[in-house]
């Protein structure tokens, strides 16, 4: 069986807690090996090559050449670009951490760079991977509990990089907590539910002083077929009920997702709504059940699936960019205090139809 021969760049928080489960996995069914890591803290570059046995330690990825097929970018936002750029443009193929780059010119920088050299170029978005989501989009699609009307998706987190770090920066980020983590749920979103038609956001950094961007973001978006949703996250949560929590009401029922279990419930059967009761005689079943936490194994399988066989990714950097573009004009719209025009912007439209726009320039916001 061949294996691929993958660089790591960059070994801080997304790798020791995401990606080292499913390169180890990888590792273990002989299908992939870690030929050379890159970082320049010393100590986690150590920790991390000691790990999957790899002999060739740097901190410069210039020096990777020769040693890789493809590489796994985990790098600061704002270095993805250049580093996805570099490894393209000489043969490998990319797995970039999300997002795909800070700017639009960057990003259809990245795409048109790997459509030319033919290389494989895929956004590393999880979530459309997991048993989870996957199921609640066949429930939406077959209509199991109906038509659904309106979406709520909350994320509630602790998330205090220390001071100086590049996650407290917009230049870092590339905007904020929305851009930096909400392009998950958009990009999901725009998954379930086809094409956006408008949409609003509201962010600041209240209660998450350390970001330099937005800590906590409220986010609307109205679909052309009518569905309304909502996304609700903050970086600050000194608490939480929700954690990851998604709620899917629809005409026959609702789906309630509750990530950090694991776990899908189907709410049916409520009663008509009197005041001073809640829930009379609703039903509530668990109609599926999966192993909690962020699971990217499937992702990383996918994306050798595509080195080897030259399959597509199912979350191309084309779709990455759509997604991007909805929360740039939503930064847009929040800055003129207008609401965002999103059409266009599906994961099915043409992403070339749109033309260059100004909004994707994270210098704009000072």
């Known amino acids: 069986m061949r294996k691929v021969r993958m660089g790591v760049i960059g070994c801080g928080g997304i790798v020791e807690g995401a990606h080292v489960h499913a390169i180890q996995d990888e590792m273990a069914k002989g299908r992939l090996e870690i030929t050379a890591v890159c970082e320049i803290i010393p100590e986690r570059a150590e920790k991390a090559a000691k790990l999957w046995n790899c002999d060739y330690i740097t901190d410069d990825w210039t020096t990777m050449l020769g040693r890789v097929d493809a590489i796994l970018c985990a790098l600061p936002h704002d270095l993805h670009h250049p580093c996805g750029k570099f490894f393209l443009e000489n043969g490998v193929h990319v797995m970039m951490e999300k997002p795909l780059a800070n700017t639009e ?87 379930f ?126 779709e990455s960019l759509q997604g991007l573009r909805v929360i740039w004009k939503m930064y847009e719209a929040e800055r003129n205090n207008t609401i965002a025009d999103l059409t266009g912007l599906g994961l099915e439209d043409d992403w070339k139809a749109v033309p260059l726009t100004e909004h994707g320039v994270w210098e704009e916001w000072e």
């Open 105 to 191: 010119p960057e990003c259809i920088d990245l795409i048109e760079t790997a459509e030319r050299t033919g290389k494989l170029l895929m956004v590393a978005y999880p979530w459309r991977y997991e048993d989870g989501p996957k199921v609640i989009r066949k429930l939406l699609d077959d209509k199991t509990y109906g038509e659904c009307f309106q979406v709520s998706m909350w994320t509630e987190q602790n998330t205090h990089p220390a001071e100086g770090n590049w996650a407290n920066t917009k230049k870092g980020l590339g905007g904020g907590q929305f851009f930096s983590h909400g392009c998950h749920y958009i990009d999901l979103l725009l998954w």
């Open 193 to 318: 539910f086809g094409k956006p038609k408008r949409g609003i956001h509201f962010g600041n950094n209240k209660g998450t002083p350390w970001m330099e961007g937005e800590g906590t973001s409220q986010a609307m978006i109205e679909f052309a077929d009518g569905t309304l949703a909502y996304h609700g996250g903050t970086w600050g949560a000194a608490g939480t009920r929700l954690g990851y929590s998604f709620h899917f009401h629809c005409t026959k029922g609702m789906i309630e997702y509750d990530h950090f279990a694991g776990k899908i419930y189907a709410h049916t059967d409520i009663a008509d709504h009197i005041p001073g009761e809640i829930g009379a005689n609703e039903k509530c079943e668990l109609i599926y059940e999966h192993t909690s936490g962020k699971n990217v194994v499937p992702e990383m399988n996918h994306f050798l699936d595509c080195v080897l066989n030259g399959d597509t990714p199912i979350t191309t950097a084309a």
